[in-house]
T-cell receptor
Framework: ETGVTQSPTHLIKTRGQQVTLRCSSQ?????VSWYQQALGQGPQFIFQ???????GRGNFPPRFSGLQFPNYSSELNVNALELDDSALYLC????????????FGQGTRLTVV | GESVGLHLPTLSVQEGDNSIINCAYS??????FIWYKQESGKGPQFIID?????DKRQGQRVTVLLNKTVKHLSLQIAATQPGDSAVYFC????????????FGTGTRLQVTL
C-alpha cells in the first residue's frame, strides 16, 4: 500500500454531468498529480498541484480542473462529462524536495453513459 | 475486475524463467526513468528507477538497463513468479518535473506454470 487513497473507487455518471474525485496524499507528500488512464493505455498526465496551485498541466481541456487543500489532499473536477471521459483516474503524490518517484493510489473508475 | 491493457503487447514466460520487458522512450531530455507494475483494478506500483547518469541498476530480482544512445530501457525480472503477472509500464521524466511522468504503452506479462 502506498498511503495514497482515492474516493470513490467506482462511479457512473451521465453525459453532461459534473464529477468530483478525491485524493488523500501520502503523509508528508506535498505534491499531487492526476492522471487519466483509458482502457488499454498508459496513464496520461492531467495536471499537478503544489502549494495549492496548479503547477504543470497536460493536454486536457479547461473543463478538467482541480484543487489542492492545505493538508495536501486534492480534488479533480470534470464538467460537462463526455463519453470519452470514461477512464481510470489516478492520483499520485510525492515530496517535491526529494525529487523521487510518485506513489499512486488505486484509482477511481469513472464510467460516463 | 476490469483488465488493464486489453490490447497491449504480451510477453508469456514460464515460471522460474527470466523475463525481459523492453521500452523505447521519446524525450532525449528525460533524465529519470521508472518502471511501474499495474495489476488489474489497481494503480501503478513502483518497481525500480534509474537516473540518466547510470546505465544499470539492480533491485531485488529486478534489473533496469538504460541505453541513452538509442533511448531504450529494459526491465529484467529474474526467476519470474506467478505474482509477477501484470502490465508493466516504463515512465520517463525530467528532473524537477518528476510528477509529470510520460508513460509508455505497457507490456502485459503472463507467467505460465
Amino acid at each position: 500500500e502506498t498511503g495514497v487513497t482515492q474516493s470513490p473507487t467506482h462511479l457512473i455518471k451521465t453525459r453532461g454531468q459534473q464529477v468530483t474525485l478525491r485524493c488523500s496524499s501520502q503523509s508528508g507528500h506535498n505534491t499531487v498529480s492526476w492522471y487519466q488512464q483509458a482502457l488499454g493505455q498508459g496513464p496520461q498526465f492531467i495536471f499537478q498541484y503544489y502549494r495549492e496551485e496548479e503547477n504543470g498541466r497536460g493536454n486536457f481541456p479547461p473543463r478538467f480542473s482541480g484543487l489542492q487543500f492545505p493538508n495536501y489532499s486534492s480534488e479533480l473536477n470534470v464538467n460537462a462529462l463526455e463519453l470519452d471521459d470514461s477512464a481510470l483516474y489516478l492520483c499520485a503524490s510525492r515530496l517535491r524536495q526529494a525529487n523521487t518517484e510518485a506513489f499512486f493510489g488505486q484509482g477511481t473508475r469513472l464510467t460516463v453513459v | 475486475g476490469e483488465s488493464v491493457g486489453l490490447h497491449l503487447p504480451t510477453l508469456s514466460v514460464q515460471e522460474g524463467d527470466n523475463s525481459i520487458i523492453n521500452c523505447a522512450y521519446s524525450n532525449s531530455a528525460s533524465d529519470y526513468f521508472i518502471w511501474y507494475k499495474q495489476e488489474s483494478g489497481k494503480g501503478p506500483q513502483f518497481i525500480i528507477d534509474i537516473r540518466s547518469n547510470m546505465d544499470k541498476r539492480q533491485g531485488q530480482r529486478v534489473t533496469v538497463l538504460l541505453n541513452k544512445t538509442v533511448k531504450h530501457l529494459s526491465l529484467q525480472i529474474a526467476a519470474t513468479q506467478p505474482g509477477d503477472s501484470a502490465v508493466y509500464f516504463c515512465a520517463e521524466t525530467r528532473t524537477g518535473t518528476a510528477s509529470k511522468l510520460t508513460f509508455g504503452t505497457g507490456t502485459r506479462l503472463q507467467v505460465t506454470l
